[in-house]
């Protein structure tokens, strides 16, 4: 794993400057450990809703994370009403972010749908994975 991240860090001519850029990959890395991926299956692809954030909450709760308290989202465009981006949904706070969802790929995770982004939840005790 390591071998594949030092690559995709090559590959994109990373500088290892920007410590949140750092920070979010690690917390990538282990929602891929923890393999916890949650998506809302009823929802259209390409849209990150609020049922989403709801889901992520309930999904870290029952697999001992913790509490979901940031989630880290390259676009922050929600269903109808919310395009402008709040700063919280839920009680949970939201950061835009650059797309990981290439590092994740690269680092053997499959996607729902050929046009999903991947999403950082940020928990108490590690990381969860949503998809949208």
């Not at 929600?78 to 690269?106: N, R, W």
Request: charged share 25%.
């Amino acid at each position: 794993m390591k071998k594949k991240l030092s690559k995709q860090f090559d590959e994109t001519t990373w500088g290892g400057n920007d410590l949140e850029e750092y920070w979010q990959l690690r917390m990538l890395l282990d929602g891929i450990y923890a393999n916890i991926v949650v998506y809302d299956s009823d929802e259209t692809k390409g849209n990150f809703t609020k049922r989403l954030v709801s889901l992520m909450k309930t999904i870290a709760l029952r697999n001992n994370v913790g509490a979901l308290e940031k989630i880290y989202t390259p676009a922050l465009e929600f269903e109808e009403g919310f395009i402008g981006g709040p700063t919280k949904c839920y009680g949970v706070e939201l950061i835009k972010s650059k797309d990981y969802t290439g590092y994740y790929v690269a680092l053997g995770g499959s996607l729902i749908h050929y046009k999903a982004t991947v999403i950082i939840g940020e928990c108490e005790n590690g990381a969860l994975l949503g998809m949208y």
